[in-house]
């Protein structure tokens, strides 16, 4: 074989090697979180009220990933949360710039609600902090949105305790690239290269 094509075939094996994009399997719906309606307070003067919670976190470091169900091991925040509800009078309800971190939350006052009250339901939106994150098994996903976008409701009617909806993202397995050659070693396959050119120079 002549020796520009000796070259050639090393030079295109060690491109295929180098430049090797990540790869995306199919998409998975992963939990993140959850929306609950539940008592609140007790009593003759009882409440219910909406909790957040956010399952996310490595619980070895603290978070409160819930594998299987919440598989999340990266501690992402909920940023930007908002919840408005039909059924009783009441504003919409912002919890904040910061947002929403890993855990359960207590209820804010702003809703709370009499257990008499009838709601009927409930949407709450957020962004993940993050869009690429690790599940607890390893493995890596790219979420296809970071928006959260839920609404609570029930069948029967209005909202009652232990009503929840599940805080979801459609996401994508994301594959680690090919191992790219360190400088060294491509002084290396420079240096073989050029080897190769000069002992076949010689032969000739």
Excluded: C, Y
Excluded at 66 to 71: C, S
């Amino acid at each position: 074989m002549p020796a520009w094509k000796s070259l050639a075939a090393l030079a295109t094996l060690s491109l295929s090697l180098t430049f090797a994009a990540p790869r995306d399997a199919g998409a998975t719906t992963i939990a993140v979180g959850v929306v609950s309606f539940d008592t609140f307070i007790i009593g003759p003067d009882g409440t219910n009220a909406f909790f957040i919670s956010n399952f996310t976190g490595d619980p070895s470091s603290g978070g409160f990933a819930l594998p299987p169900d919440f598989p999340v091991a990266t501690p992402l925040v909920f940023t930007a949360p908002h919840l408005e509800w039909i059924g009783v009078a009441g504003s919409p309800f912002n919890f904040g710039g910061v947002g929403i971190a890993p855990g359960p939350h207590d209820p804010e006052p702003q809703i709370q609600f009499p257990d008499t009250a009838a709601l009927l339901s409930a949407r709450f939106t957020a962004s993940l902090s993050q869009a690429i994150f690790q599940l607890t098994d390893g493995r890596f996903f790219a979420a296809t949105s970071t928006a959260l976008d839920v609404l609570l409701t029930n069948p029967a009617g209005a909202l009652a305790p232990g009503d929840f909806v599940v805080l979801a993202v459609e996401a994508n397995e994301v594959t680690q690239p090919t191992e790219v050659p360190e400088p060294a070693s491509l002084t290396l396959v420079a240096a073989g290269l050029a080897g190769i050119w000069r002992a076949r120079r010689r032969v000739k």
